[in-house]
């Protein structure tokens, strides 16, 4: 998949100190500041805060997609103890999908709605891996029941799927070419709570199986409660309270209450 070298005890992800800011209307305007983590393989870290708080702009910056008004402007992202040019949009296009995926939210948005979904999932095993169409095609198919969906419904189009199905999609999307960290940017919005449920249960199966670190941001305290080893709370973009291990009881940490501890049924 990638041949960066690493040491056993190096960190998949280290974060150290980013910082992103946003242009607008000539002015630089700071989005998030001194943002500092490790995750290692087969981890997962939530990063939970309310809307506005730098969730997503950690992440897109993590995965080198942010927006064109946005820049960063300090700090740095290491990959297995390598720096990425998370500044440099050409130079990270080898990193995506093959190191690093992201689950996007709001499936119907993200897929192509005028093709099927079995070549959208093809497409960069064919791209990214140089596979031919016929062995990207049954990479596809092996996704899809990776995911929980029929090898048939792959000719759908978008708009003929559940939300949940789109979901899967999505994640099948995210791991088309084996990448050892994925990105939840919310997966579970706008679904009914069963669906989320199933989406949580694959994605907790998945990260088991193939032991992937993964990053979900959410601001939902139950889909913390059930899918992540540790939590870092943000706000006005910064972590207010670094990564507390979850160990029987899942440990939250708020502003106003930095001790505060609630079991897994509270939520």
Not at 95 to 114: C, D, K, Y
Not at 193 to 214: C, F, G, M, P, W
Not at 222 to 239: F, H, K, L, N, T
Request: net charge neutral; aromatic share 4%.
């Amino acid at each position: 998949m990638n041949n960066l070298s690493s040491s056993p005890t190096t960190p998949l992800l280290a974060v150290e100190r980013l910082a992103v800011d946003y242009g607008l209307k000539g002015v630089s305007l700071p989005a998030i500041r001194d943002v500092t983590f490790e995750l290692h393989s087969g981890k997962a870290v939530a990063l939970v805060g309310e809307s506005g708080s730098g969730k997503t702009t950690t992440a897109m910056a993590i995965a080198g997609l942010l927006s064109p008004n946005a820049a960063v402007s300090g700090g740095e992202v290491r990959y297995r103890g390598n720096r990425i040019p998370i500044d440099d949009d050409a130079a990270m296009r080898p990193h995506r999908w093959r190191e690093t995926s992201v689950i996007f939210q709001g499936a119907m948005n993200a897929l192509n709605p005028v093709q099927r979904v079995i070549n959208q999932i093809a497409e960069p095993c064919r791209l990214k891996l140089g596979m031919s169409r016929k062995a990207a095609t049954e990479r596809a198919m092996e996704l899809l029941e990776l995911v929980g969906i029929s090898v048939e419904r792959g000719a759908a189009y978008p708009h003929e799927l559940s939300g949940g199905m789109r979901q899967r999609v999505m994640i099948a999307m995210a791991l088309a070419c084996h990448p050892s960290l994925v990105i939840g940017d919310e997966p579970t919005t706008a679904l009914d709570v069963i669906t989320q449920a199933q989406i949580l249960k694959l994605l907790a199966e998945l990260r088991s199986r193939l032991n992937l670190a993964l990053i979900l941001i959410t601001h939902d305290l139950s889909v913390v409660a059930e899918s992540c080893d540790r939590v870092m709370i943000m706000y006005a973009g910064r972590i207010v309270e670094p990564p507390a291990a979850f160990s029987g009881k899942t440990e939250v940490h708020s502003r106003s209450s930095p001790h505060f501890w609630a079991s897994t049924a509270e939520f």
